[in-house]
């Protein structure tokens, strides 16, 4: 028995929004998303030393993070350039360090606080601060430093960045860290608003010339992004250099220096005491045995400082300071962080550190890292290490000589210096330089798994491997019967898809599916395999907890038994797994797997092989030896550029601009949304299959361009200008197959069979639409699936009466009767011997809504019982429409008697010259689509038979939801202007009640407009109600098929009148009203992620005033909001302070965010019982269904 699983790295295609969902769409393969973040840890995990920082190798890997993130780098490194660097990042939300505890470590002042003149330059550099930023960045650096984290021991460097605005920071180890974080960076803060800077680059510094590096502070701030003239500005204050400015001005503050600013002083004649120690050779005697003898004071040579300076600060003559340190050249060749002292060589540091002068010179072969014997220390953990013993948890056990192996790669990839995997030559390439975890300059190296050979397997490449779809007969065209399959051309097939229920039985599809599988397991002559799930069984959040549990101890046999039961009864050959995929951590809109799914998915495999005997996160090298073959592709390790090994469906994208389609071109669309047109079959934005790309070659007019790309060894075709797609042609295969062959490998898949041609139908069928739906005609109304309702379910009950073939014959004849004047309802109801004359295009016509029996008329020979399947499907939405319009003018009232005391809270009195709330309420009217009829249509569908059955697999609810109402936003535009009863004015009135109750009205109209479009008879229209009530959605029939008769009265019938609905509506109606209002009257309420989870005690405290917080703190998903916005007057409390030498400065403290006015009178009572909690939570839920993984 054949077992393979299928691995597929993809993104799922979610939407959240209050309207609907999109389209669920079958796909074997989905398309590929990256699955990690492209922002650094946070440094409230990491900490404020930055060698726990996540570390990259350039700052494009960090272009794409749009929050505010530290760095530390070398100041000789150019950052700037794309080559290979060592960047470490945090990233901080603004409180990260101020919420961390403070550092213990204190610097020792030698004095008290002194007035200082801070020196503030900028340069004519063009195009303006980034202010925003800058302050933003300004006010978090200063939390850095005030709560004492930095470097105690030398000087504090820092790189930090915000969108544009970047900053460099140094503060000389004499200065005071703390004391320049509250006293000069607030001062910068104040002044930032005051100064007329065109310029685009600003510095601040502290530099006293002669003072040296140690005594000084410097900060520069640019607005482009780019970090090269910051490391220049720091270098020069390391080197104890000051800026110059082409314009400057100097404001007065405090510094507070930890060793006293050096004063140069003639001391040759100085008869300060020094202390008398002896000096020795550094060579004469370095083999001697050595002997304890008295510590020598050290000072560290400072930029700036020269031997006076030196001896000044060792408080000893100049020629003392000479005798102690020789050299005719010693004082022309100081260098910054040397140590020198009286009597300094290589015995005196054997006998500090305990050693003998033999030792030292053994412990300092080739490595500058050991001042002892034993073993050297562990490396320090980085932050986004994913291999290698950085990685985070590593522990040090056992044998420490080699820790390279630690943490391996999945999948034998490379682990590179950074802790990073991957199978390229930027991760695989030996570049040590002889150290461990090392390489050279510009390269990334590798610590274990090394090498891009390719290993020939020896395979025969013999295995030939197609899918089939099995719901493929469902597309609109290019369908293939299963009995069609070339079996020749294959070893094995696939059927494409099985699913499981949450009891784990067995389905293959609707009732066509099921036909087309009992046709694949009658295939002669070649094996015959079941692939289970698919990416939307395994990904979407109806279905993808049945893997997951599937294989979960308390449950792997029962699932293992029931699959095994179901291909021993069909007698087929294999089994395939398309779980996508064990242990995902981030596929969209489901929760992360838990670690352990690789190893429970292994467990199941075992168990599933041992029930199939005789028959032949993801440890797949394990895997590998229970299964017969696996795809694992497009997983984070395996692409650089296109995979050759890799036969897929054609890729499809739309050009930027025509005439542009190579490399260096742009095209539009997302990762996640393609532009490109669907294909007319396959109806998939993004792919197109075979079968229409040669139609479209068939077609010169459209084709632009088509060759053979040699790099890729792929096909390219650009038709219709700019539509460009990328796939083999059967040559192109054939010539990849060659050279896997060639390479040992087993052998090729190909997705899938029954995409590559355009079949004839199978005879004796004239058509592929009486293959598929048989003559509706030919069945009576004693026919079982109308006599015996409960045993069917509705798309059984649906297609077992031919009713798309009658749809279709229906259709056919509205082409005719149009001419002769008939409207689309009434051409349907003659045709269906429907006797009541209806007119469906007009919202009140009291007969379309009715619902009929199946009667004598349908069993004539030019009608059928499908005609009533049909006609009950269009009154049931003309119903759903009629009971909408009547439950929003019955909530009108209900909302009139609250807009006053809404108007009087919230929103300011109209300006009649003002358009603003003419657009409000365009909005609004669009808003009422999909926020109020949504909810409404979706609570009616839901409690038929279709939907209740259908639940588990898809969200088909809110798909045929989205049908009904996606043209009433398309027709809101529409409604503006006119006089008739589908048209919609906006008055100016003189009142917020007034303005507003316009929109109830409005809401009504959309939904007039929407059902005379909706029965018009136009080819858009057809479609959409064919959407709507195609595959039995809206009929009559049982959940089942074993009982459940839906008109005996056991299902919920939906209040469309009730207190239910209207508070739906008013809530739908406060809940655009608010935020609308605020931003009108310019209230500029936003939701503040605090970017704490909700243990963390106001963690935004230096942002948000505590009432604020109190009131509007919302806790969501494990993560703090808050809904805030800013005061008008945001420059708070402002004093000025004078000084000593008669400057002043002028000091403001800054408004705090509070909360906007009437959210205390959201309650949960009023309002539609809108809550704080429901705006929060409404804007994070649509903020993260349209990000991009």
């Not at 610590?447 to 290993?455: A, D, E, H, L, R």
């Not at 039985?505 to 009658?522: I, N, R």
């Not at 079941?530 to 049945?546: K, R, V």
């Not at 109606?1069 to 209002?1077: D, L, M, S």
């Amino acid at each position: 028995m054949l077992i393979s699983t299928c691995r597929v790295a993809t993104l799922l295609l979610t939407s959240i929004s209050i309207a609907a969902g999109l389209e669920a769409k079958r796909l074997g393969a989905s398309p590929y998303y990256l699955n990690h973040d492209v922002c650094p840890e946070r440094c409230s995990i990491s900490g404020p030393e930055p060698g726990n920082w996540s570390v990259y190798q350039n700052l494009a890997q960090l272009s794409k993070c749009q929050e505010t993130m530290f760095y530390a780098f070398s100041l000789f490194d150019p950052v700037d350039e794309d080559s290979t660097h060592r960047i470490h990042a945090c990233t901080s939300f603004g409180p990260d360090f101020s919420l961390l505890p403070n550092s213990t470590t204190v610097q020792a002042s030698a004095s008290s606080p002194v007035n200082v003149n801070y020196d503030i330059g900028w340069y004519k550099d063009g195009f303006g601060l980034a202010a925003a930023g800058i302050r933003s960045i300004t006010r978090q650096a200063r939390r850095y430093l005030t709560h004492g984290h930095g470097t105690a021991d030398g000087p504090s460097i820092m790189f930090v960045q915000s969108g544009q605005a970047t900053l460099g920071l140094y503060v000389g180890e004499s200065v005071e860290s703390r004391h320049i974080g509250s006293s000069a960076l607030t001062i910068l803060e104040n002044a930032l608003d005051n100064l007329n800077i065109t310029g685009s680059t600003l510095a601040m510094q502290l530099c006293i010339p002669d003072a040296g590096s140690a005594h000084s502070f410097g900060l520069m701030v640019t607005s482009n992004g780019t970090f090269g003239s910051l490391q220049n500005a720091v270098q020069s204050w390391a080197d104890g250099a000051c800026l110059s400015f082409p314009e400057s001005t100097n404001m007065t503050g405090q510094a507070l220096y930890t060793k006293p600013l050096e004063v140069l002083i003639d001391v040759k004649n100085s008869t300060r005491p020094a202390k008398s120690i002896s000096a020795s050779s550094e060579h004469g005697r370095r083999h001697q045995h050595l002997h304890v003898r008295a510590e020598c004071r050290t000072t560290r040579v400072e930029s700036g400082d020269s031997c006076a300076k030196l001896a000044s600060r060792c408080g000893i003559s100049a020629s003392d300071f000479t005798k102690y340190n020789p050299g005719s050249k010693f004082c022309a060749e100081l260098v910054p962080k040397q140590h020198v002292d009286e009597g300094n060589n290589c015995a005196s540091i054997a006998v500090e550190n305990g050693l003998k002068v033999d030792n030292l010179e053994k412990l300092f072969y080739q490595t500058v890292m050991c001042l002892s014997e034993g073993t050297p220390p562990f490396p320090n953990e980085i932050a986004n290490a994913q291999c290698g013993p950085q990685k985070p948890g590593t522990k040090k056990t056992g044998d420490t000589t080699n820790i390279s192996d630690l943490n391996p790669c999945p999948l034998n990839a490379c682990c590179n210096i950074w802790g990073q995997c991957g199978i390229t030559k930027e991760f695989c390439t030996d570049t040590n330089t002889g150290a461990p975890g090392t390489a050279k300059e510009g390269t990334n190296g590798y610590i274990s798994n090394c090498g891009t050979k390719i290993v020939n397997s020896g395979g025969g490449g013999g295995i030939k491997i197609g899918y089939f779809q099995g719901y493929g007969i469902g597309r609109p065209c290019l369908y293939q019967d299963a009995s069609q399959i070339d079996t020749l051309k294959y070893t094995h097939l696939h059927f494409a898809f099985g699913t499981l229920t949450k009891e784990y039985d067995v389905e293959v599809g609707d009732m066509l599916s099921q036909y087309q599988f009992k046709t694949f397991a009658l295939l002669p002559g070649v094996k015959r395999i079941l692939s289970f799930g698919g990416w939307d069984f395994s990904a979407l959040p109806a279905t993808y907890s049945i893997f997951r549990e599937g294989v979960k101890p308390a449950n792997r046999l029962k699932m293992a038994q029931k699959i095994a039961a179901f291909i021993i009864e069909w007698d087929l050959d294999g089994v395939d797994i398309d779980w996508e995929y064990p242990g995902a951590p981030d596929i969209p809109g489901i929760p992360p797997a838990k670690k352990d799914e690789g190893k429970n998915y292994l467990a199941f495999l075992v168990v599933l092989k041992n029930l199939l005997k005789g028959k032949s996160q993801y440890p797949i090298k394990d895997i590998g030896k229970v299964v017969d073959y696996i795809w694992d592709t497009n997983n984070s390790h395996s692409q650089e550029g296109f995979n050759l090994t890799e036969t897929q469906y054609s890729n499809k994208v739309i050009m930027a601009s025509a005439g542009c389609y190579g490399p260096d071109c742009f095209y539009t669309g997302s990762k996640i949304y393609s532009d490109a047109k669907e294909g007319k079959c396959t109806g998939q934005a993004g792919y197109i299959a075979d079968a229409e790309i040669d139609e479209i070659l068939k077609d010169k007019s459209r084709v632009i361009k088509h060759y053979v790309d040699s790099t890729s060894h792929s096909d390219i075709l650009i038709y219709d200008d700019t539509e460009w797609v990328s796939y083999m042609s059967p040559s192109t295969k054939m010539a990849r197959e060659t050279v896997y062959k060639a390479f040992g490998m087993g052998g090729t898949t190909d997705w899938a069979v029954d995409l590559q041609k355009y079949n004839d139908v199978p005879e004796p069928s004239k058509s592929w639409a009486i293959f598929k739906t048989c003559n509706w005609t030919d069945l009576d109304c004693m026919t079982p699936v109308i006599r015996n309702m409960k045993g069917f379910t509705a798309k059984a009950r649906w297609k077992e009466a031919g009713t798309d073939g009658a749809w279709d014959d229906l259709i056919h004849i509205w082409e005719k009767d149009k001419k002769r004047g008939y409207s689309f309802s009434r051409s349907i109801s003659a045709n269906l011997h429907i006797k009541t004359r209806t007119n469906c295009s007009k919202i009140m016509d009291p007969n379309c809504g009715l619902e009929e029996e199946c009667t004598k008329a349908m069993d004539g020979d030019l009608s059928g019982p499908a005609g009533m399947f049909i006609w009950n499907s269009l009154a049931k939405v003309h119903h759903m429409y009629r009971s909408y319009y009547d439950a929003v003018f019955d909530s009108a009232a209900i909302i009139s008697f609250s807009l006053d005391d809404f108007g009087n809270k919230f929103a300011p009195i109209p300006d009649p010259t003002d358009n603003k709330w003419k657009l409000v309420l365009i909005d609004l009217l669009t808003w009422g689509a999909s926020s109020v009829a949504a909810p409404f249509f979706n609570s009616y569908l839901r409690e038929l038979p279709y939907f209740k059955r259908n639940t588990n697999t898809h969200d088909n609810a809110k798909d045929t939801t989205m049908t009904m109402i996606g043209q009433s936003t398309t027709l809101a535009k529409d409604l503006l202007g006119g006089d008739d009863d589908t048209k919609w004015s906006v008055e100016k009135r003189d009142s917020f009640k007034s303005y507003m109750g316009q929109v109830l009205v409005g809401w009504q109209k959309l939904a007039n407009a929407s059902v005379s479009a909706l029965f018009n008879g136009n080819d858009t229209s057809i479609d959409l109600l064919w959407d709507i009530i195609s595959d039995g959605k809206l009929i009559d029939a049982g959940i089942d098929g074993d009982g459940w008769d839906y008109s005996d009265g056991d299902s919920e019938e939906v209040d469309t009148s009730g207190d239910d609905i209207h508070g739906r509506i008013e809530r739908s109606f406060y809940g655009f009203t608010i935020p609308a209002v605020w931003r009108i009257s310019q209230t500029y309420a936003f939701v503040l992620d605090s970017g704490y989870n909700c243990y963390e005690e106001d963690p935004v405290k230096d942002y948000v005033t505590k009432e604020a917080m109190d009131a509007t703190s919302t806790c969501y998903d494990g993560r703090r909001y808050y809904l805030v916005y800013p005061k008008e007057d945001d420059t708070g409390d402002c004093q000025t302070d004078c000084h000593w030498n008669g400057s002043c400065d002028k000091h403001c403290t800054r408004n705090m965010f509070v909360a906007p006015p009437g959210l205390s009178s959201l309650n949960g009572t009023s309002f539609g019982g809108i809550t704080t909690k429901d705006l929060i939570v409404g804007y994070v839920t649509q903020l993260f269904s349209r990000l991009p993984i």
